[in-house]
């Protein structure tokens, strides 16, 4: 026996229009077809039918997590201040910590993720290798006091999210569990329903895999992401490769000098010469640790400062003043050519590969060297990726043009390793009696933001459209309005809830056929069944909320083709 909900005791209240200050189609949409309700900025209120949808995100999570051995747990959300100290973070988080004192005045906080907590639970009850590996799991509330909370439930401040750690005594091990939960993750969005990708979050230079995003592709999404056209290829904008291919057998005139007066800039200097920018060689110039460093990109192309302080890290990059000209006869501003740098590293992007010739400073005030090639007359000391990503760009593994897309980050799968373990000195007792610091990996799935992203995905300009697993029902039942349509209704309903099938029926008096149709399109159950025109003879017609497909059905056709 499976719910049956009439409408007529629903609490709900559908909104014709859009709330004045939502700006993404899931925020409208949940608002309008009465799912949530906005109790303060970023903090939301899930109402009957949003929380249907909430659990059974949650189920599916919770299906696939236990599938994998995770274990569930529910841990506090409010935590005290000391492992958040001993990690750091109580400092790292900043502004994105919400912190609360008791009466006595000692510091807590409302959790944003639990590495902590849980590295100590472990401590606590494991210690002998026999007792791992073990996956944890909650699904749980977190609290983020994020700079920016809009787009409704996608960026709250308060949210649900399901965190898991695993916990190994070796690398393999970790690396198991990480496998382990990435294909869980990868049959829970499957069987939500969601289109996703999986993209490496960090670059190669970082070690591969060992963090990954997914990504549901939507307008709504904060993320960029490159998607090939061609192949399975997906990667965050930070992780993209481009591959050195030096240009061999092609010769070069000697270098030359140009008179540039009034040309600091790429564009002048392009424009001066009847040049496209691509031509020209653009030097930045940095201070990694202290220490001036040149780097060098194509004219027509940006660094991007982060990803080169990733590649550098831990060392600091910081841009440079007019005081660190100072003394150095060898740094013309505006003028820096590599073939002149013989006392500063220069960074190269791969573009500029052996064989290249280019147009760029000559080292002297107002002056240009043409002819300048990579191999010949300059060396770099270091390729890296350091240029920012640009729609069309090569894939790094079939060449097609890249595009550049918008996406909701779903999902994060992270090789932690022992840095929490090393805080906590977390270790168990190793095989040979001797003690082994454990391994960890973090996950999480954002299971309220799920139910936005599902939204943003499957709605259309009628409403919501879920898939049968998360729709807060399997059909809706819509009784056109006289007695007889809302008896028979209200019969079919009866008999499909017996056999299993969840049914929201709306059986309202007093509303009229075209509010009812407009309410049942905007609420987005896959399936409509309407008591209408031929209900003296017991036809109702079946309609496809998606494909806009119509059916006429008895009672017991409609009852078999719902439960088949
Ligand atoms: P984002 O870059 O979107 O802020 P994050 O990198 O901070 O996400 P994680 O710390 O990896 O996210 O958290 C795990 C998951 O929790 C994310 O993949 C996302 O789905 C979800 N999540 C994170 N922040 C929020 C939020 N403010 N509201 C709703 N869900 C969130
Ligand atoms: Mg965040």
């Not at 005594?169 to 990708?197: C, M, N, P, W």
């Not at 895999?209 to 904060?222: D, K, N, V």
């Not at 991007?304 to 910081?318: F, R, S, W």
């Not at 290249?356 to 060396?379: L, Q």
Request: charged letters at 25%; proline letters at 5%.
């Amino acid at each position: 026996m499976a719910q049956v909900q009439r409408m007529s005791r629903l609490m709900i209240k559908t909104l014709r229009d859009d709330p004045a200050d939502a700006e993404t189609l899931s925020h409208k949409l949940l608002v309008r077809a009465g799912y949530v309700r906005r109790t303060s900025a970023g903090i939301w209120s899930w109402l009957p039918l949003g929380k249907k949808v909430l659990e059974n995100v949650a189920r599916v999570v919770r299906e696939e997590m236990d599938a994998i051995g995770g274990q569930e747990v529910l841990l506090p959300a409010l935590l005290p201040r000391e492992p958040y100290d001993a990690s750091g973070r109580w400092d790292e988080y900043g502004d994105l910590l919400f912190r609360v004192k008791d009466r006595k005045g000692a510091d807590y906080l409302l959790g944003p993720t639990h590495e902590e907590i849980f590295t100590q639970i472990v401590k606590d009850q494991c210690s002998s290798y026999k007792d791992l590996p073990v996956i944890l799991y909650q699904i749980q509330t977190k609290y983020r006091d994020e700079a920016r909370p809009r787009s409704g439930v996608l960026r709250g401040r308060e949210f649900q999210m399901k965190d898991s750690y695993s916990f190994d005594t070796t690398d393999e091990g970790l690396v198991e569990s990480y496998a382990l939960h990435r294909e869980a993750y990868q049959k829970i969005f499957a069987r939500l329903g969601l289109d996703y990708r999986i993209v490496s979050a960090v670059s190669g230079a970082m070690g591969g895999s060992a963090s990954e995003e997914f990504l549901a592709p939507a307008a709504a999404g904060e993320d960029t992401f490159v998607d090939c056209p061609a192949c399975d290829y997906a990667a965050n904008t930070e992780a993209v490769t481009f591959a050195l291919a030096p240009v061999e057998g092609v010769e070069h005139g000697p270098v030359e000098e140009l008179d540039t007066p009034d040309t600091p800039t790429i564009e002048t200097l392009a424009e001066h010469l009847g040049v496209t920018a691509s031509a020209t060689l653009k030097n930045l110039l940095v201070k990694v640790d202290g220490e001036i460093v040149a780097v060098g990109v194509p004219g027509d192309r940006e660094v991007d400062l982060g990803k080169l302080g990733e590649h550098l890290a831990p060392a600091v990059v910081e841009l440079v003043t007019a005081e660190d000209f100072v003394g150095r006869a060898d740094l013309v501003r505006g003028y820096v050519g590599p073939q002149g740098l013989d006392k500063v590293r220069y960074i190269a992007d791969p573009r500029v590969a052996p064989g290249t010739a280019w147009i760029t400073g000559a080292n002297k005030a107002d002056k240009h060297a043409r002819n300048v090639v990579c191999g010949r007359d300059f060396e770099v000391d270091d390729y890296l990726d350091v240029v920012v990503v640009e729609e069309g760009d090569p894939c790094p593994v079939c060449g097609t043009g890249l595009k550049l897309d918008r996406a909701i980050e779903i999902g994060h799968i992270f090789q932690l390793g022992r840095k929490y373990a090393d805080t906590f000195q977390l270790d168990v007792l190793g095989q040979n009696g001797k003690p082994v610091r454990v391994t960890m990996g973090s996950y999480g799935i954002g299971v309220s933001r799920a139910v936005a992203a599902l939204a943003e995905q499957s709605a259309d300009s009628q409403g919501l459209c879920w898939p049968r697993e998360v729709a807060p029902a399997d059909v809706h039942v819509v009784a056109a309005g006289k007695a007889l349509q809302t008896e028979l209704a209200l019969d079919v309903s009866e008999k499909l809830g017996a056999a299993g099938v969840r049914v929201l029926v709306d059986d309202r008096a007093g509303v009229s056929p075209g509010v009812k149709f407009t309410d049942s399109e905007l609420i987005g159950v896959p399936q409509i069944l309407v008591a209408g025109r031929r209900s003296a003879e017991g036809v109702l017609e079946l309609k496809d909320r998606r494909t806009g497909e119509r059916e006429e059905l008895t009672v017991a056709e409609a009852v078999a083709r719902l439960t088949a």
